[in-house]
Nanobody, 123 residues
Framework: QVQLVESGGGLVQAGGSLRLSCVAS????????MGWFRQAPGKERDFVAA???????YYANSVKGRFTISRDNAEITVYLQMNSLKPEDTANYYC?????????????????WGQGTAVTVSS
């Protein structure tokens, strides 16, 4: 059974916007912090943004001021609004649930991962 499903990726020109969605299968996910990570070809997986169960947000320096993470508990959904997109934002984006205490930017503390959605930003 798939527990997290991402959507909203696509092709956009530099300066454009996209909104990614991550839908969870069970309402228990509302009690976990949730995060977005990305991985570009030939690079390691990087932290993008996270949101705690009570709504505190955390961002990588590379996306601060451009991306916004939010969550809708009624729909068990986490969003990533991406504005002012740059070619270097091109990557596969993954959402994940944080089951273990630790730093929000470390993927090793996240227990459940979606299969990803592709974002391509052209120049």
């Amino acid at each position: 059974q798939v527990q997290l499903v991402e959507s909203g990726g696509g092709l956009v020109q530099a300066g454009g916007s996209l909104r990614l969605s991550c839908v969870a299968s069970k309402r228990t996910f509302n009690y976990y912090a949730m995060g977005w990570f990305r991985q570009a070809p030939g690079k390691e997986r990087d932290f993008v943004a996270a949101i705690s169960s009570i709504g505190d947000t955390y961002y990588a320096n590379s996306v601060k001021g451009r991306f916004t993470i939010s969550r809708d508990n009624a729909e068990i959904t986490v969003y990533l609004q991406m504005n002012s997109l740059k070619p270097e934002d091109t990557a596969n984006y993954y959402c994940a649930a944080k089951a273990f205490p630790g730093a929000f930017d470390n993927g090793q503390y996240y227990s459940t991962w979606g299969q990803g959605t592709a974002v391509t930003v052209s120049s």
